[in-house]
């Protein structure tokens, strides 16, 4: 009987052991997740769970008792800290080893880090943590304007704190959504009390505040880090596995070794509709690319071609945001940007690359199909 293992037990290693179980996969899955918790979906630790508005209970993928109801061998609290790729075998920080004959790795990511004190966003207790230091009220200072920098900002103001983000380049997500986009946060920000200071870095984090590349120190009672994630690829990298932004992997998710694959924040696959590879580190990747990847391994014709998609609400400004906007050369607007009721579409070389529906709902398919048709359109 066949062994399928599974390294890391989020959101697409809990689907794709899901998948593997609903198209007739009746071999061994073994489940290896570093964290306590069993499988649990990360979006609400930034957006309603952080803000109180959803039981812990509402954030796991399966209930309690599925994973032995489907024969699933979860090991939470473990990591997978060798691979042997010629012996198909894995050994864990507890010593025990798992041969495989198919394994997937979706191991995630992990926050960049900043020298002195600091809380971070990652797992359902940092989220607590932040919850808890809300509550508190006071001086929040957020270092990073991403979307978990925006995302903890408008929690922190909504739980009644005074809140600071600081941000060395020019606009809010300036390198996801471009200036253009960028600024349209800032302005929501703003209205909602947000201290933007931009173009400002931070030098040095201390337990009662921020020193900030001006000179100047904000104080805080708490610190709030979001400055982007690292893909966990060591484990793929010391086994010998090809590895460049991520665990480089074809169109099907397959590894540089034929009985590996790789899906979620971890894996940078070759995208067939942009022609290069994408690492995509947002919920939709998860949840798609762990049910495609199982696929693959049961030797499925598979073919990754979702267009990427995230999504967040902050203040009144809810969104939804399709594609790439990779060397976009061009920014136009259906609807009223000042309303915030409109879609942003990007274009490059006169195509769509991106779509963005702010507050306009029940058009992500229609986006996502125009990003298609005009990429097939010019080749």
């Known amino acids: 009987m066949a062994t399928f293992a599974i390294v890391g037990a989020g959101l697409a290693g809990a689907k794709a052991a899901e998948t593997l179980r609903e198209e007739g996969f009746d071999g061994d899955i073994v489940l290896i997740g570093a964290e306590t918790e069993r499988p649990y979906e990360r979006p609400p630790l930034s957006k309603g769970y952080l803000q109180g508005a959803g039981d812990r209970d509402e954030i796991y993928v399966h209930p309690p008792t599925w994973y032995a109801d489907h024969a699933v061998d979860l090991r939470p609290g473990r990591r ?38 600091g809380m971070y966003l ?48 020019p606009t809010p997500l300036h390198a996801i959504l471009g200036p253009e986009l960028g600024e349209v946060f800032a302005r929501l920000h703003r209205r909602n009390g947000v201290d933007l200071r931009l173009g400002t870095g931070a ?12 000179g100047e120190t904000l104080t805080a009672d708490a610190i709030v880090v979001g400055i982007g994630a690292t893909p966990n690829v060591d484990l793929a990298r010391d086994a010998g596995l090809e590895v460049a932004g991520g665990i480089v992997t074809d169109a099907s998710l397959r ?79 259906e609807g009223s940007v000042d309303d915030l009721e409109f879609i942003a579409y990007w274009r490059r070389d006169g195509r769509v690359v991106a779509g963005m529906n702010v507050n306009v709902w029940d058009v992500v398919q229609e986006i996502q199909d125009r990003i298609r048709a005009e990429a097939a359109t010019t080749g």
């Open 255 to 333: 590894t540089s070794h034929p009985d590996v694959y790789a899906a979620g924040d971890v894996a940078e696959f070759y995208h067939p509709l942009y022609g290069r590879r994408l690492r995509v580190e947002h919920w939709a990747n998860a949840l798609n690319g762990g049910p495609a990847a199982a696929r693959a391994m049961l030797g499925q014709d598979v073919v990754y071609d979702r267009v990427p998609y995230f999504y967040t609400d902050q203040f009144e400004l809810g969104m939804e945001f399709s594609g790439d906007i990779t060397g976009y050369d061009s920014v136009s607007y």
């Open 122 to 169: 990652r797992t359902v207790q940092d989220s607590d943590a932040l919850k808890e230091a809300f509550a508190r009220g006071g001086r929040v200072v957020i270092v990073g304007a991403g979307w978990i920098g925006l995302e903890t900002a408008a929690a922190a103001r909504k739980a009644g704190c005074d809140v600071t983000i600081v941000e060395p380049r």
């Open 203 to 214: 030098e040095e984090l201390s337990e009662t505040g921020v020193r900030l590349s001006t």
């Open 80 to 117: 997978a800290v060798r691979l042997d790729l010629d012996a198909h075998e894995l050994t864990l920080s507890d010593d025990s080893r798992v041969p495989y004959d198919k394994l997937l790795i979706a191991t995630g990511a992990t926050p960049r880090r900043l020298p002195g004190a």
